[in-house]
């Protein structure tokens, strides 16, 4: 006798959603669907390094279908969700096709904030997706071939000038390998600059870069990032960003700091599915717009509703949030993923979702990171082998994971970053290059 | 006593430019400028890898910088070239900015041609950039995402057709390819559509394919291609190509195959430097817009400026045109380098210049190709692992050589394509898909 199929669907094919969906892919009696906008996972930790040359975009990212391909159970569908109907169990894409649950799971992610300067998003890009990071990438490598070709000291001193706003690990990563670019990749490339006068600045509006470590650690990063060539600007606001550079304003007094490149590791904000279904159900949402779920990651009302990964605001025992990372992520996922497969075989409901803690780790650039987990906190060599160790673990989910520790292993070795190519339509950056000083500024 | 240096700059970093830059890379007295549009050399035979998810943009793309970065006698320039001024030996830049020269290399190749429909460029994207290929790769994978999608029989036929135009090298190479993908890589990644059901078909306009080989080839390539499952359909002319599907005519009948992707394998036109150079000196172009030199490569009357690569119209002693494929351009670089080094040595001049054909080569498939050279005629896998070979070979000047075999080996065992990305914006592919049939249309 066949019984009738758990109709799980899944938006979202994130760390989130993909373990949920692994999770979910030997259970007999259920029928997975999993929705994304793109047709690939996208390993989001190793972003920054397309973002400045070092590893293609194939070699981070791996199709949806070929991952899953194996799970008969589980079907991948290209689309954008544009509304939910908790009513009627139906999730609503964009293309007016409509797709019915009878569990959800909602892991759509988040993107840049640009705290109400939506006018920003344009002059500072942020490191979410593929095509930010080739963006990025033609950004950096234009400023360069720009600064070769000007005669004038001022304009070629603003192109090799890099402003990197956030001092978080997107920031971190960013400013390091940017860094690196400059002082070591390029650095025998062009005849008319020296690349490795190039300005690195790194701009936090706290007191230390890393603010989610441990105070040593966050110290640590800020020498090794200033022993890689990163001016590191802290207490310092931007309060302007415009085509022709970016002011802050430190110990009181605006500065104008001329520059053709801004890129924003700042800040994130939740996806709007997050609001849409906060307002549906009565849940509230905070400052990122990140929905607050319950314990067991459901939504109030709504038992067949989970939210996962960073559009979810949840509070451990200790008062502290779950943090928007990877593995918290994954645990959320399989959690979900699990609750399901107990509420259909009506087995007792586990505990509520608790977050397991197993460290955190930030790279900062060549043979140099930091890492903490409980009270072991390492720095340098050892925590980037450690760092290198862990994403390369899980990156052998990949289909291409050789590839990738070659590709490391090559510029490790030769410093060479050989995917500096400037690909795409740009418009911006000639605009952005090409800014002359607007006349009420003071540089 | 330091001489004055004899200023030769070199328009494009093609085939062509790139070898006679490493020729004139030792020359003492001589100093390079390499201008290009593009950061990068691009690979151009191994497109069509990328445009079926095969490789990535930079397994194919050697940035220039980093190719003659050993050359101190050597810069390279990022920029346009739009216009050059024979007469005061300057070229001039889109930027307005003017590069003064001694001798002039002129290597700025093609681009695709629609003859006299330059509507049907959108509709049907050629092979000859970076970002053709990963468009056309973007067109490719989101027709099966969309098929996966539709419950209309009808549409989901037409999403599966792909139209390919064009039975020479790009074309046949393009339809090998994307037989490949539906009938192996992506076999067992849907689950409502049997991606193995898809229809491939090239359109040739001449009696057979790959007409510059012998016949025999000829029909050992559409043998081979049909083994594949590509319908070639010869002696048929398009007359059309809208949204909806592409118009063909043969035998006298007309014909509409509806499709959502028609992929442009047909033409080439010289860059527009060649009649920019033809007005100005008085020389004639030929109907693909290619310049007539003469046979020292030179035009009439500037003895220090050389036209090369496929933007050039050349007769062989025999009558043939030399052909508009990479070695040519590579020897007629060579010889243009060689030569200037005689004039500024005051040598007597050398002959004119002969192509040597070391014969010609075409790829259709997994362990299928054909070659020439002379009396030697291969087919099969043979001429596979020889084009392999030779490409390897070539590719060797590139940083990433072993990148590129490994996954060429890693593909060649799993039938794998680990770069099958949709990325970037593609307006016009959710346009062209979700075409509806016009009225006036009978499929």
Redesign the interface.
Known sequence: MAEAKHRVVIIGGGFGGLYAAQRLGNAPNVQVTLIDR???HLFQPLLYQVATGGL????I???L??VL??QRNT?????EVVDIDLANRKVKLR?Q?EVPYDYLIVAAGASHAYFGHPEWEKLAPGLKT??DA?EIRARV??AF?RA??TDDVQERQRLLTFVIVGGGPTGVELAGAVSELAHHT?R?????IDPTTARVLLIEGQSRVLSTYHEKLSAKAKRSLEEMGVEVWLNTMVTAIEPYGVTIQREGKQEVIPTATVLWGAGVQASPLAKLLAQACGAETDRAGRIMVQEDLTLPGYPEVYVIGDMVHLKMPDGKLVPGVAPAAMQMGSYAAADILDKIAGRLRRGPFRYWDKGSMATIGRASAVMEAGPIRLSGLIAWLAWLFVHILFLIRF??R??VM??WF?NYVTR?R????????HPEVAVLQ?ATKPSGFQA
């Open positions: 793109r047709n690939f293609s975009p194939a070699n990212a791996a199709p279908r070929s391909k194996r079907q991948v569908l290209m689309g293309d096709a593929i095509e080739t490598l234009s071939e070769e070709r390029l025998k490339d062009f005849r008319n289909e291409n050789i590839l070659w590709q090559v060479g050989s995917a500096r190519l400037i690909t795409g339509e090409a």
